[in-house]
T-cell receptor, first 110, second 117 residues
Framework: SQQGEEDPQALSIQEGENATMNCSYKTSINNLQWYRQNSGRGLVHLIL?????REKHSGRLRVTLDTSKKSSSLLITASRAADTASYFCATAPGFQKLVFGTGTRLLVSP | DTEVTQTPKHLVMGMTNKKSLKCEQHMGHRAMYWYKQKAKKPPELMFV???????INESVPSRFSPECPNSSLLNLHLHALQPEDSALYLC????????????????FGPGTRLTVT
C-alpha cells in the first residue's frame, strides 16, 4: 500500500483562512517532502524536512514532523485563490522508492 | 535555468505505434526520473537514472524503455502500449541521486499527456 496517506482528501476554504493538511507514513524515513500540483501540470517542490527536524517554515508555509507518530502536517496561512491545487507529501520507505501520498485537493474561494 | 522541459505536451498513439517522450534539464542535475500519473492519483515512480545509469526500475513493463543519452537528456521510448497506459508522464531531476540521505528535492517538468487508442 502507499507509504503516505493524507487527510483530508479535499478541503474548501475562503481566502484569508488557514489550511492544514496531514500526512501519515508507515516506515522510517530520512526526510519528508511536500509538493504542490496545479491541475494537470507538473509538481512544484515546497519544503523538505529532515527526520531530525521538528518544524520548518517557508514564507506562508509551516511544516511539522513527528517521527514518533510517523506524521507530518502542512499549514498554509492566509490562503489565496492561487493556492488552489493538490498537495502531496512524499517519503522514501526503505530508502528505495520515493512514494507520494494520496494527496489533498485544496480549493480556496475568493 | 531552473526548468525541466518535456516534449511533446500531448501525444495520441495507437497500440501498434512507436513513439518517444523527451525530457531535458540544464541545471547540472545528476539524477533524472520518470513518473506516471493517472487522473486524481499521485505520481508513481517508474525509473531513476543516477549519473546517467539506470539505478531503479520499478517493475515497469518492457513496452516502456528509458534511455539517458547524456546528463541533460532523458527519453522514454514507447511501443505496443495499451489503453490503460494513458496517463500524464512526468519527468523530474534532482541535484543528487537518492542515497543514504534520502531523496533530494525534485524539479518536475510540465508532463506529457499520453492517450493510447
Amino acid at each position: 500500500s502507499q507509504q503516505g496517506e493524507e487527510d483530508p482528501q479535499a478541503l474548501s476554504i475562503q481566502e484569508g483562512e488557514n489550511a492544514t493538511m496531514n500526512c501519515s507514513y508507515k516506515t522510517s524515513i530520512n526526510n519528508l517532502q511536500w509538493y504542490r500540483q496545479n491541475s494537470g501540470r507538473g509538481l512544484v517542490h515546497l519544503i523538505l524536512i529532515r527526520s531530525n527536524e521538528r518544524e520548518k517554515h517557508s514564507g506562508r508555509l509551516r511544516v511539522t514532523l513527528d517521527t514518533s507518530k510517523k506524521s507530518s502536517s502542512l499549514l498554509i496561512t492566509a490562503s489565496r485563490a492561487a493556492d488552489t491545487a493538490s498537495y502531496f507529501c512524499a517519503t522514501a520507505p526503505g530508502f528505495q522508492k520515493l512514494v507520494f501520498g494520496t494527496g489533498t485537493r485544496l480549493l480556496v474561494s475568493p | 535555468d531552473t526548468e525541466v522541459t518535456q516534449t511533446p505536451k500531448h501525444l495520441v498513439m495507437g497500440m501498434t505505434n512507436k513513439k518517444s517522450l523527451k525530457c531535458e534539464q540544464h541545471m547540472g542535475h545528476r539524477a533524472m526520473y520518470w513518473y506516471k500519473q493517472k487522473a486524481k492519483k499521485p505520481p508513481e515512480l517508474m525509473f531513476v537514472y543516477s549519473y546517467e545509469k539506470l539505478s531503479i526500475n520499478e517493475s515497469v513493463p518492457s513496452r516502456f524503455s528509458p534511455e539517458c543519452p547524456n546528463s541533460s537528456l532523458l527519453n522514454l521510448h514507447l511501443h505496443a502500449l495499451q489503453p490503460e497506459d494513458s496517463a500524464l508522464y512526468l519527468c523530474a531531476s534532482s541535484h543528487l541521486p537518492p542515497g543514504l540521505a534520502g531523496y533530494d528535492e525534485q524539479y518536475f517538468g510540465p508532463g506529457t499527456r499520453l492517450t493510447v487508442t
